[in-house]
């Protein structure tokens, strides 16, 4: 059975500071997406990495892909209220039936 | 159009009660997928459907029936729910089941049964 395990699972932090959230498998993904969610509303994709070593940045959000396509991070420079949260990654890969695999999500609150 | 709309938002049900969960997206998804989310967690898979064809049961009890009347539209018919289904309903779609680069979520419809 395929497993993400995603860390930490809460962090509290104040505004201005940087944080990294990591999700980590034993297995290989062709993929690793990450989301974001905001209560009561679904998930929002903000980066899909495919490539062993890739590097993505979205503003003050940088992704990163494990060489071994095992491993993702997260990392988040100058947290602000807004980015407040719960930040789920998912792993996919064509023969697990196809499925998206989920990490446990990482519950952020980013306090003025 | 980029978004998956689901209505209703809210809905509070007996457990005797008959209703159903509307699904709608005009981005030429393919594939179409229920989950159920309770607060705090990550999305549980329910169905899958590609290309309108059931294509995984995630051995979901049937008081939940997924119908897929065309390639834009999914429904989650839901009959004689317990308590413990109350949760957030979260459809989603791709560009096909094999589609490695993401999924686009609704909102959810936020269920409670009484």
């Known amino acids: 059975t395929q497993l993400l395990e995603q860390s930490p699972q809460f962090l509290s932090i104040q505004e201005g500071e940087n944080l990294t959230v990591y999700c980590n498998s034993s297995?290989?993904?062709?993929?690793l997406q990450w989301y974001r969610q905001e209560p009561g509303e679904g998930p929002v994709l903000l980066v899909t990495?495919?490539?062993g070593g890739e590097v993505k940045k979205l503003k003050r959000l940088t992704f990163q892909f494990g060489d071994a396509r095992k491993d993702s991070s997260l990392h988040i420079t100058a947290a602000q209220p807004g980015d407040t949260g719960l930040y789920l990654c998912a792993g996919f890969n064509a023969g697990n039936n196809r499925k998206l695999i989920w990490g446990l999500g990482t519950s952020l609150a980013v306090n003025p | 159009d980029t978004e998956v709309t689901q209505t209703p938002k809210h809905l509070v049900m007996g457990m005797t009660n008959k209703k159903s969960l509307k699904c709608e997206q005009h981005?030429?998804?393919?594939?179409m997928y229920w989950y159920k989310q309770k607060a705090k967690k990550p999305p549980e898979l329910m169905f899958v459907?590609?290309?309108?064809?059931?294509?995984i049961n995630e051995s979901v009890p049937s008081r939940f029936s997924p119908e897929c009347p065309n390639s834009s539209l999914l429904n989650l018919h839901l009959h004689a729910l317990q308590p413990e289904d109350s949760a957030l309903y979260l459809c989603?779609?791709?560009?096909?089941?094999?589609?490695?680069?993401?999924?686009?979520f609704g909102s959810g419809t936020r269920l409670t049964v009484v």
């Open positions: 990495v495919v490539t």
């Open positions: 989603a779609s791709s560009l096909s089941q094999g589609n490695n680069y993401g999924y686009t």
């Open positions: 297995s290989v993904f062709s993929s």
């Open positions: 459907y590609s290309y309108e064809k059931l294509s």
């Open positions: 981005m030429g998804h393919r594939a």
